[in-house]
């Protein structure tokens, strides 16, 4: 009986997830109701209402600033369980309102259902909405009574899921001359720690250093040794209070060395794109909180955005959170499909209001069985032209994941030769591959200031700096056509070949990213267009 129970509770939430899978451009509001009568049967009733087809596409318009804004860090003891590692704020739901909406309006509509305003992001028009604690199903109730306002874009529950660091920490190397080895440089056979630049051809890239101008990057990881040797004058934060909320931490340092360690300092390590400032958010609001939900991980796109970056870097995501249950996977995918709305429609409303960008997002390191399908990594890695939800802003969704870049990792095998690493995910959503193997980079380890890592977060920060490199030699460019120059085929020179361990099913290979092609290829653009 328990176990009819949960099944049904599960299919309940599934039922509520997929009203919000299904194209908003032609659903309205979806009602799930579940009952039980003599103590065994449950019934599940959905009533779908037609909704009119959104407008041409228009122009994006001048970029505005916002002001004001608050958040309210969910507790974890409010989140409950879909799976192991993933779930919903029982206590929140999202409001986006439609622009223009008078503020009294947004009151009466949040007094209406007996909610308190305890969150706001300006740019999105989106409000945090607390709530007595509920099931999914008296959440659902809310959203669709607030999907009938004509004022309101959409309503959501606030997700929550287990993020995984995606990298697969390695044995640290160090030495007296403070962390350097290398074999030299030599781009047509990379070897020793800093393979992973002689394999993207990052040498000849700088050698067109005239060409680039100064560019923010924004990464948004689990917290910044703001004290590192090499990050000196590197790091800033959107807001003070997201500096203050910063714990350091080995991953978000690593990720921020590959990214921009300082050149030129007779210290440490060369980051990639050494004229520019990093915008960070620590995603992690406590130490050692694994739950990310929704809000956390869009407000960080946001403020990053609205701080400057053209390239925001995401070396997380949520595979590892995937249920092992055949039974729970179908349920997982349309989790995912729902998640993938609240972050393609943010990306919207910053590209309506003007600001251009490109989100690098990490495939994944797998499952706990095995490499999966990079869609079932969450967030920016879930959206495609399907499932993207744009509402009235009048961006396409191709708008929208003409600026995702999904990265897988790559191996070095020796003489010029590279395999995809056994956790990299795969799949139609990997756009590229960049060295994520042995990765040597700044640490924030007491024991040591550099050390090696393994994992698709080392191979995101490669393709953010290769694509912030190439976007600085001209940064009116569109950012779907940076894109487009990064993972093109004809800007790269190494293959990625697929990997034959049985953890990693052989069914794709890939391109490496190659700063020097990509920068070049932006050159000669611009020098056409003159």
Not at 27 to 36: A, K, N, P, Y
Not at 154 to 170: D, G, I, Q, Y
């Amino acid at each position: 009986m328990k176990r009819l129970i949960s099944y049904i509770s599960v299919l309940a939430l599934t039922l509520a997830i997929w009203s919000y899978a299904i194209p908003m451009s032609s659903i309205s509001e979806s009602r799930v109701t579940l009952s039980q009568t003599n103590g065994s049967v449950a019934t599940v009733n959905i009533e779908n209402s037609v909704k009119a087809p959104l407008p041409e596409k228009k122009p994006v318009l001048t970029a505005v600033s916002t002001k004001g804004d608050y958040h309210r860090v969910a507790e974890e003891k409010s989140i409950v369980n879909i799976s192991e590692d993933c779930g919903y704020v029982n206590d929140e739901i999202l409001v986006f309102f439609k622009d223009g909406t008078p503020f009294f309006s947004k009151l009466e509509i949040v007094k209406s259902i007996d909610a308190v305003m305890v969150g706001y992001l300006g740019i999105l028009n989106r409000y945090q909405l607390r709530i007595q604690p509920k099931d999914i199903n008296e959440i659902q109730a809310l959203c669709d009574t607030l999907m009938k306002n004509e004022e309101v874009e959409l309503a959501v529950c606030n997700l929550a899921v287990k993020v995984s660091e995606t990298s697969v920490p390695s044995d640290p190397w160090t030495s007296p001359g403070g962390g350097e080895y290398t074999l030299g440089w030599d781009e047509s056979d990379p070897g020793g720690s800093n393979w992973w630049l002689e394999a993207i051809q990052a040498p000849s890239a700088w050698e067109y250093n005239d060409y680039f101008n100064h560019i923010d990057i924004g990464v948004i990881d689990s917290g910044f040794d703001l004290e590192h040797e090499d990050l000196q004058g590197k790091i800033v934060f959107p807001k003070e209070w997201l500096k203050k909320q910063n714990i350091k931490d080995d991953h978000g340092t690593h990720v921020a060395g590959i990214i921009s360690a300082n050149a030129n300092n007779n210290t440490g390590i060369t980051g990639i794109c050494d004229n520019c400032t990093i915008h960070c958010v620590d995603w992690e609001p406590e130490d050692h909180q694994f739950w990310a939900t929704s809000e956390r991980l869009l407000t960080g796109l946001v403020y990053t955005v609205l701080d400057g970056a053209k390239v925001i870097n995401y070396s997380v995501g949520s595979t590892a959170s995937m249920p092992v249950s055949e039974l729970l996977l179908p349920f997982y995918e349309i989790f995912l499909h729902f998640e993938a709305k609240c972050f393609s429609y943010s990306m919207a409303k910053l590209l309506e209001a003007g600001y251009d960008y490109i989100v690098v997002q990490s495939a994944g390191n797998g499952s706990k069985e095995k490499a999966e399908d990079a869609f079932y990594n969450g967030m920016f890695c879930s959206i495609t032209q399907d499932n993207a939800f744009t509402g009235r802003t009048g961006i396409s969704a191709k708008q929208i994941v003409d600026r995702i870049i999904v990265v897988g990792a790559a191996q070095n095998m020796g003489g010029a030769s590279f395999r995809q690493a056994d956790f990299s995910n795969y799949g139609d959503r990997v756009d590229i591959c960049a060295p994520g193997y042995d990765v040597f980079s700044c640490s924030s380890a007491q024991d040591s200031k550099y050390r090696y890592m393994s994992g698709t977060s080392m191979a995101a920060p490669v393709v953010t700096a290769v694509t912030a490199l190439a976007w600085s030699v001209k940064p009116d460019l569109p950012g779907d056509t940076i894109k487009q120059i990064v993972c093109s085929p004809e800007n790269t020179c190494y293959e990625v070949e697929d990997n034959p361990d049985e953890f990693h099913p052989l069914v794709y290979s890939y391109r490496m990213v190659n700063a020097k092609l990509a920068v070049e290829a932006v050159i000669e653009l611009t020098q056409t267009a003159e």
